[in-house]
């Protein structure tokens, strides 16, 4: 696989799916804070997404069957998308904790 061909694969499926690059122009001195508060926000971007998808995988478990029943998950390209499905399928469908979880799935997708 060229090196091209990597590049992009990454930037559309990989650790960068979701970031995209921004160029600015700052005086020297504060290069260090722009970029200490550039990688705060990669993690925490990245927690968050993590958060969202244990969420989802938790969702499965418990509810699989009563969420999925006519739902094509592959078919959505993002993890955003995904998690507001399951949500409101959670919502819809569930008991109490069902409901609670779809409702922290909603927060975390909404903040």
């Keep these: 696989m060229a090196v091209r061909d990597r590049i992009q694969r990454y930037r559309e499926s990989g650790g960068a799916s979701d970031l995209i690059r921004v160029e600015v122009l700052i005086p020297a001195e504060c290069r260090s804070d722009i ?3 550039a990688a705060e926000m990669r ?3 990245r927690r968050r997404k993590e958060l ?5 995988d938790e969702a499965i ?3 699989g069957i ?4 006519n739902i094509d998950l592959r078919k959505l390209p993002s993890l955003e998308q ?3 499905l399951i949500a409101d399928a959670l919502i819809e469908r569930g008991d109490a904790r069902a409901f609670a979880m779809g409702r922290r799935m909603l927060g ?3 903040s």
Excluded: F, P, T, W
């Excluded at 009563?66 to 029943?69: A, V, Y």
């Design 35 to 37: 970029l200490s508060q």
């Design 43 to 45: 993690a925490e971007h």
């Design 52 to 56: 969202l998808q244990q969420h989802l």
């Design 61 to 63: 478990a418990r509810y």
């Design 66 to 69: 009563r969420l999925l029943d």
């Design 82 to 84: 995904k998690a507001k």
């Design 108 to 110: 975390e997708i909404g």
